[in-house]
């Protein structure tokens, strides 16, 4: 089962996504997939075929300002939790998806859970991997110096900063041909690092860690979290404070995995992923 790619427009912002169509039954819900820094929907090229082989129809989009969706200038796109939650907003209505379930990773992952509490309607259930989400959690400063001022200029026009950060994130080595496809935009055009700067000046993780770790306490939807162990940003006790904050919520920890779990531990990820989001139909 291939992926495929699509643009689509939604008020004058232009998303790129990647698509699975289901094979077999079709009662099952969508599932929408959102990546973190420094990432794009890439990442989740090994989990949407098995999603769509089991019947389950997968949407991935890189954000506004990453992999090959648009990339405005910060004055006509903020590059603040709430600009990307309203854009994301945008998107899913124009992809007519009514409800779904949500699978996030990653810092601007966090973003994802902050749109699942402004919209609870619309979600039926969560897998978090590796994503922000305590009061606790800190930008690790290989992705803080970024933002920095002058430093962060020159830093983010840099496409190596992607093998650094998803490799010293992940704690292995990804593939050659797989950075490939994550360096490109940076090597195509500096709005692409201007567009990452923004988004790391503006992610305002205190208040979006504040809004979910309060949030998520009267949250009713069943929550799966899967935990690389040896992130080296976000250790395991931030997703033991939430699961046991949160009603109805399962934590699996995964050994000797980091923090993109997805890039190359997918059947692990996949084995407790795809009975969860087969727990509800349409």
Known sequence: MSLTEHKITVDSLEWFYRESEPIGRTDLLPVVL??????????????????????????????IGYGFSGKPEKRDFAYTPDTFITALEKFINALEIERFSLVVQGFLGSVGLQYALRHPEQIANIAILNTPISTTAKLPWKIKQMGLPLAGEMITQDPLLVDRTLEGGSRYRIEDKDLDVYRKPFLKASVTGRSLLATIRNLQLDSAMAEIESGFQQWQQPILLQWGMIDPWLPIDVAEKFANSVPDAELIKLNNVGHYPQEHYHKTILEDLLPFVRRTAS
Do not use: E, K
């Open 34 to 63: 959102l990546h973190g820094l420094v990432s794009q929907s890439y990442s989740w090229r090994n989990i949407m075929p098995a999603l769509a082989s089991q019947g389950t129809r997968a949407i991935a989009p890189d954000w």
